[in-house]
């Protein structure tokens, strides 16, 4: 069996490590969700501390309730600051803290008593098993450590109702039972699955902000499409995938026409919306099977691998004819709305993706010069003047 001085000492060090860790973030980020997991790390740490005791002191109130209720105030907080992290304004927490106020009221009664460690794990229990819960619910980009700490805040849960059976025993039973070392074990098992979930909780918080940052930086606020950094990476990494390698590559660039005339005659602010709904009409249409990104101003630009000059052409001209036939409206304004495209094509590595936009958006200056409203995919103006 481990032993369990070292097992304690060990969770200890680890609780205040991880507990200082999250002061320093919520000093850097001011996220009230990490100063309350710190304050869960710190109450597990005091509550080891109180617990730990018994062995010198013979103050019950210290060593028992005071153990008791820091040890159901560290889930509490780690729930508490869930919502908080979640950003969930319109859930009363007002039960979570019923719940603290009832049992610190129920176990000063019941303090010096088996049946106070029995009600403490009960408690625990169930809190675990609702953390386990909103971890579940909360959308992290680390599937794997998201499923590990669920299973962590759950067995933790089983665990702590073990105890309550284990610790049931001399009461249900007629004969004097020794429940020393299973409670040993339980205790052991505790202190590692609490320690264990600590570990696991900042790396799964870091990689939803290592990927919100990331989505910030290559993501354009306004139409919520990939920006030009964001398009370029993501490109290349489409076309680095083994199933792209030797097939045809197509870019579609456009641009809305005569979009400086609804700046000037319905205000900017229109004008935003109108992009958001370029590029919302982009969205349904290429979700599945292209990169889109607004490039510029009023221009996108949509990736297409494993599509021919024609494919892409047809995919040009059914998106032009659907912003064309179907008005804009926004404010009581009704704003035709058209675009001209520029499409250009090539065999995967045999053009540069900035070489591929580069001649997309010189067919798409000739689509403008010849008469706007139209894809162009090839580059002789006169015979674009003719048609």
Request: glycine share 4%.
């Amino acid at each position: 069996m481990l032993h369990l001085p070292t097992v304690i000492c060990l969770s200890f060090i680890l609780n205040l490590m991880i507990g200082f860790f999250f002061v320093s973030v919520y000093k850097y980020k001011s996220q009230p969700a990490f100063l309350l997991f710190s304050l869960a790390c710190f109450s597990f740490a005091a509550a080891e501390v109180f617990a730990s005791i018994r062995v010198y002191i013979d103050f019950p109130f210290v060593t028992h309730y005071l153990a008791n209720i820091f040890i159901i105030l560290s889930p509490l907080l780690i729930i508490v600051g869930l919502f908080k992290y979640k950003n969930t304004q319109n859930i009363s927490l007002m039960p979570l803290y019923c719940i603290f106020g009832f049992s610190a009221f129920l176990l000063l009664a019941i303090y010096p008593f088996d049946a106070a460690k029995m009600l403490t794990s009960l408690i625990i229990a169930g809190l675990f098993i609702y953390s386990g819960y909103l971890i579940k619910s909360i959308s992290f980009v680390a599937k794997t450590q998201q499923k590990a700490l669920t299973t962590c805040f759950l067995v933790h849960s089983g665990v702590m109702l073990l105890q309550v059976a284990v610790l049931s025993i001399p009461v249900i039973s007629s004969n004097v039972v020794d429940i020393t070392a299973p409670l040993q074990i339980i205790l052991i098992s505790h202190l590692i699955l609490a320690t264990l979930s600590a570990l696991i909780l900042p790396f799964l918080l870091f990689s939803n902000t290592e990927y919100t940052l990331s989505n910030l930086a290559n993501t354009d606020s306004l139409s919520q499409l990939l920006n030009r950094r964001g398009f370029f990476n993501k490109a290349k990494e489409s076309l680095n995938q083994l199933s792209n390698k030797d097939k045809s590559v197509s870019i579609i660039i456009l641009d809305i026409d005569f979009f400086k005339r609804v700046n000037d005659e319905y205000g900017h602010d229109t004008g935003d919306q109108a992009i958001k709904w370029i590029a919302q009409n982009i969205k349904e249409q290429f979700i599945n099977t292209g990169i889109s990104a607004r490039i510029g101003g009023e221009e996108f630009a949509i990736l297409l691998p494993d599509y021919s000059l024609s494919a892409a052409r047809e995919s040009a001209e059914y998106l032009r004819e659907n912003i064309s036939k179907h008005p804009f409206y926004y404010k009581g304004a009704h704003i035709n709305l058209s675009v001209s495209a520029g499409v250009s094509t090539a065999l995967n590595g045999q053009m540069s993706i900035k070489d591929l936009l580069s001649l997309a958006d010189k067919r798409l200056y000739l689509a403008k010069e010849t008469g706007r409203d139209k894809v162009v995919t090839f580059d002789e103006k006169q015979l674009l003047l003719q048609s």
